[in-house]
């Protein structure tokens, strides 16, 4: 039922995953070094779910099937799990320091499912009924999903049905009797390439002009007309150098990012869970950014720990952990890290149930959740680079701390240089000051800041779309008649 | 059982508490304008617990009398009793605007009751015997305690015993066999006038050396030898103006602040709850505190709420409302507010049982959530300021307001002039304005200033207190282990 | 020529000024208790000028009459002039710790002498002669002048010509052929009541409609309908208090706020500098703006150096001032203190010749520099009072401290409790550690937080008005062609 | 005598300069792509010389020679000196975004003059004769010279004489009669690679046991013994690319760092300018430090105007321009950008003369400016971030952009596939906006970045070196004193 890692790996190898990058087409992008970081990630959630230490966290029983499955395939049945959907993701982000991408499927599962449930009891459909079938079958074969909202957009001025190009926001072209032609695309996927299968949904709430873009589904990830175009990162190429290790920082996890073509694509009638409802779009748009919000204040702090203690080691070996303002900045960095854990938890534990019966967490505490995160991590990499010093940018390489080339006057080598002068505390080796520096080189502003700063920007939302939820959801007509109240206005 | 708010004001009045200020005694200080409004804030407490829609968060069952008490003298059973008191204190601080003063007694109760099982459990004792009793006859009694822990500690960079004057730390005096005399000082007592009884604890950490320091023990408010001296706050004696009510922003509500001393107080062995076991002042006071951090997560994010009503509502007064750059500061003071909220929130889902059997909060994030609430209150308050306009400080009084003495040339009354000149959008009176700018004035740097900012700062400890237990707790270590293993240190 | 400080206080006793307060005529208001700090604090700046010490910073030589001028009624003739008068008002801000109130004068002069010099260019009027001699029997008898330019403006969304009530903004009721009669207010006029003159600008731009509202003149403050109201603030009445002094903080110095009623004044046709040309009311303005906004770049700065002085020896008085984390906020607090300053000098060492002659400060600087008025003193007052610790507000009244009141079981008198139990380290006593602790809570959350904090944020304008100056000033399409140059945009 | 762009180039191949990177020694560097953007970057400092718009701020006349030389090697004769070294500071910064490198040496020219005159003064040595001969050289021959002052400094915990290693801070090998052999390295050096010669100074203050490492001198770049290692930076083999344009968002220039070796390099008597007198190290570092602290408020500010320029443009191109928060966002960037400005102003405009003659900045304002870039880019960074939105980091390759290679079902090429999904508003192709996110993305997490943000951070030193000065600089003392009178303390 559970696979491991390695059976993760190898059913990747049976699907005909289309990946473009770079003009061409990458046929073996399973152990393509830029690609395989990024697949590493998944693979933890993989292993980490047969580890006896962490079995409570990674697995659950499924209310569907009542089988133990991944939790990350799995419907909240309380805030407990909502919680533990928390800790899970700061598990894994300690493990991979790297987004591990499987909480977007989790997200858009127990979104979908609640939505379908509403859609179906106001309108007569059959969504609830195809996707919990649907689900069962992700459970039973323990798949990864890419939960995909985000549509290139165009003129962001326009509504979708306006765009001067229809595919823009991806739509449906064609309704058969079997099913429908849906054409368009995905952009900021991060884990789509890794995953077997798609969770389509609509991008934002839409009015009747714009039905054709009402619309949500599942399909393989090699189904006909699908195919993936690579993001390139900062640092990507380095992954691609021989022996690429020390420089990396983070030698085995990594993230990517890549925008998923829907050329005339068809969908299969169970397959379908929204189609032209227009009026449900907002709401499935809402709960999933709400739990993918509240998923926040886990991964990101879990890379967050990752930081912390790389900066902790980064001042041990530069000889500098004694200093009070070393100590008081790791402080810094430790209280603004717990403070988004705060907000996880806090959404996770106000939450409640939906007439579904999944639950759903506290949607104005998950956008605050999410707004901080738009901004802590920023100032954690900054006290980071505080404390780690200039020679985070200014090290050579590896390749020069491995050289033989001699370059000194009594034929000291290339190596024995660099070992020389970068050498510091007792506490380490030159080479294990280079690994942790270039650890948090990558987390800062190499490959690895993708995901732990410019993800936590804009993924799940940019900043504004939870102001707007936040100005929503405060209530701010009952503040007002508390303040009456007590200044005495009638 | 439960007092009524009128029951709970007679039955101060049965107690001879006595109150210095200004030079005099205070002796009918229950009705005394400067008093009063303190008091007030405690009535809330008993009067919200008899009204229905509150009687979830106000009451719980006692685990020790099986009966209905008020949740301010409960023992924590549960992750949601925790959650609820964190609620119950954002609600009385709506309600009020102000410091409500009861939960350091709730805070108190929880951190006596487990540590004493502990020392029993190790030294033989009884003090959790003693305790259990005197609890019983507090919930029984409805009463409310004020819970002491900080002392004058004259110079702060000695010991106790080192200090020149050794009543600069409450001490035992003298050892009788039916009890102890105690002398020294609590200062800072919020609430300690407005209590029936007080239960006080040491203030730091002891040594040896220290153990006539390390004592705990209730008694009345009105036990021989104890008196107190009322502290002066800005504003203070506004309230004592004739009619005071606009000018006052807050005319019922408000704060005190009080130095208790206990001049040779004997104390009998049955309310005893420590008694020189120093090793063990430690844990009482980082309980304690862990507690009481853990409240301002509540009762500041109630008064958060009325000062966004309020600020809101100048916005509207001013004819302001509709500019974005309100909106978004109004959106802003709500994702600070919230965001302390889910810190009281999460410390208290993140909860565990003591070996006593009540709740205990999560000890590094309470300390997190403290140590936002020594900062963000400070940018709401500036926030607030920002949105209500310069009226808030130069606007006239409200007897000139109301004044008709003639003024100007054709014969208009001071009261027209002002009422003419101070108007502003249709929404509201002139009166009205005043009364929402003369809130905003309180609760920025008015008498209520105390309880929302200096209070924010320094009650439950001040912010270099939580930074210290945050680098205790933040378990640093763990995380180099994770960054050594990502960075591939062995 | 220079008056003495006393010669100032004299001449006011000779001035007719109206002031009610509290619905009171006050009659004599140079001596009232609540009045006399704030005119200590313009006493403040004529002492100065004797001071051989300060005699560079205080006088400066008129270009209009070569006489030797008090600096704030001079016109600058250079950058140098302009960054003078930043540190003038950084010394008096050092010697007060109050708005000294003499710089809107100034500042009016200055702004008012370039824009009729243009308005007489364009429009041949007369203004800028009438100007010129005002300003040579003001610097000729030393006068203290209101430069006042807000209005009540009521619903903030109209224009002043559409309010309900013509006269809530200052407009030409009535035009005679010996001048014109006025009729409206100005409000929050910090210096109004201690100048001898009144230099009235109109508070915003202007179009067509408004120009009745376009109109600048000046008039002594007796002038026959003109009165002023007082405006009360936070801790006001303590200054009334017997023999008030530790409990001020301050006790010599501090600020106060009136609104200015012109209740149809007659002004004479030389003393007019604007009448109806709305077109260059937007100038004038602006002008106004910019060397206000500058001012807050020394005054606030003087002040903040008295403030981190104070935490300091709270600091040392408190036996804490060996730790570290004591010693970083104080650091900050001068790095914040100083950045305000850099904006000071910026703005003036960047000053440009206007058409007149005088000299203009830099106008996008000096948007910059009053925006971070409006943030860093709450911040440095934040660190004040986290430094301070909480018995800046708990503290008994000084009358406690020195009353022989008996309320010790062995006869101990109030003043010896309070002395005994508020005693700290060895190098203050408790009456000097109140003194401190008195003042930062003056300046914090008393009467001189008004003027510290909110003036901060209000005065000069609010922080919106200079976030449009600097969009308008900040000239973001020459910095797309750097951008569009650098990425290799055509 | 004024070299143009070009000359300078070919100057640099007649340079015998020995660079090793990735393993080899790089003998044509000057046409190295990854070298060649940061050489471009100083390229722009000669060929600005000759544009007659740019010749004010560009050009000076040398107070040695009387000939007009370029300002980066010119000595500081006024106040308006200073500011227009940071005016030109900020024009290079807005030409380059990137660092230009050749103020270290003008800020090792400006410390060096002084220092050494006031040494000759007291110790009758000649180092000032000599470094005035070498400057008039530099001078005439319009040199770049790399300041160097940075040494590896191994355990930071111990000082250089106790170090295992004695190379690991440069230091005196072998006095000669003729002069002196030098051993060591220098670190982080920004400009070596691109430098004609080496002004060598003292890393730190250094008591009497340290003397040997108190030296100070001048050599060329390929004098025997000498030669560097090159750093790797995030995203540096992307200049390697094919055809690399578009994905370096900045193709022309760049910045990169060096290991600066010296192998027992000997230095002849007229070049030393500082030879065991310890203590003058820590004044030399001081004024060198104190200069280029000030140097951080022009050329980053300059950087800031290309930032804020982009965000405007991807504001624009993404159709999103007339929202209010972005525009809000805009002039949050442009008011921490100019309050950066307003201290490198401020420090120059707040200089004095030295006994040298040459002028010195104001050391505490230095400090506060160079503190503020130690955070404000950051943030910048951050709303940049904001503003791109994602797409910044999930855009594909300009390859793909440009592929032929067919991917649709009807024949799409990768290239028609990509232009029509990442198309945006009317108001630019595809290219354009890949264009301005390539170069965002640059910025804020490639290989720029490093200079930006890292350079920011550390360069001049780290920020606790410029609060250690702030503390030295800010007269606490004076500051308690007007605290002490203000509260009437005697």
């Known amino acids: 039922m559970l696979m491991t890692g390695d059976q993760y790996i190898e059913s990747l190898r049976k699907l005909g995953t289309r990946v473009y990058m770079f003009g061409e087409k990458i046929d073996n992008w399973i152990d393509h070094p830029m690609i395989r970081p990024s697949i590493n990630c998944v693979k933890m959630t993989y292993d980490l779910a047969h580890d006896p230490q962490y079995v409570d966290l990674m697995t659950a029983k499924s209310n569907l099937t009542g089988e133990t499955v991944n939790r990350f395939g799995h419907l909240h049945q309380s805030t407990d799990d909502l919680r533990k959907k928390v800790k899970m993701q700061r598990l894994c982000g300690q493990k991979t320091a790297s987004c591990f991408q499987r909480c977007v499927g989790m997200d858009a599962f127990n979104a979908v499912f609640s939505t379908t449930f509403e859609i179906d009891k106001k309108c007569g459909t059959k969504y609830h009924e195809n996707f919990v079938e649907y689900l069962k079958y992700v459970q039973n074969n323990d798949l990864i999903v890419d939960g995909a909202m985000t549509d290139p957009k165009g003129d962001r001025g326009l509504a979708p049905h306006a765009q001067k190009d229809p595919d823009l926001f991806l739509h449906i072209k064609e309704k058969r009797e079997d099913g429908i032609v849906v054409r368009g695309a995905k952009c900021h996927q991060t884990g789509s390439i890794n995953s077997h299968e798609h969770l389509i949904m609509p991008t934002q709430a839409m009015g009747e002009d714009d039905k054709a873009y009402a619309v949500a589904f599942a399909c393989p990830s090699d189904v006909e007309g699908l195919y993936m175009v690579y993001g390139r990162q900062s640092c990507d190429t380095r992954k691609m150098e021989p022996n690429a290790d020390v420089d990396l920082g983070n030698k085995n996890f990594g993230g990517q990012e890549a925008l998923v073509v829907f050329d005339d694509v068809f969908i299969p009638n169970d397959r379908i869970f929204l189609c032209e409802e227009h009026e449900f779009a907002g709401m499935l748009v809402e709960r999933f950014a709400g739990y993918h919000r509240q998923s926040y204040g886990g991964c990101k702090v879990g890379v967050g720990d990752v930081i912390i203690g790389a900066a902790a080691l ?83 390489s ?62 799940a939302g940019s900043p504004q779309a939870q102001r707007i939820m936040i100005a929503r959801q405060g209530n701010i007509n009952a503040k007002k008649e508390l303040a009456k109240e007590i200044a005495g206005i009638k």
Chains 1, 2, 3, 4 share one sequence.
């Open 314 to 396: 980064a001042a041990d070996y530069n000889g500098a952990n004694k200093a009070s303002h070393i100590k008081d900045k790791l402080i810094e960095m430790t209280h603004l890290n717990e403070t988004l854990y705060c907000c996880g938890i806090a959404c996770s534990a106000e939450g409640y149930p939906t007439e579904a019966g999944n639950y759903q967490i506290d949607l104005l505490l998950a956008n605050v959740c999410k707004q901080n995160v738009t901004r802590f991590p920023y100032e954690i990499v900054r006290l980071a680079e505080d404390i780690a010093g200039g020679l985070m940018v200014t090290m050579p």
């Open 398 to 459: 590896s390749i020069d701390f491995n050289s033989d080339l001699e370059v000194g006057r009594n034929g000291e080598t290339l190596a024995e240089v660099c070992n020389k002068f970068y050498a510091a505390s007792d506490t380490c080796t030159t080479i294990e000051r280079m690994r942790i520096l270039r650890f948090l080189e990558n987390i800062c502003l190499g490959s690895s800041a993708v995901g732990y700063r410019t993800e936590s920007m804009h993924g």
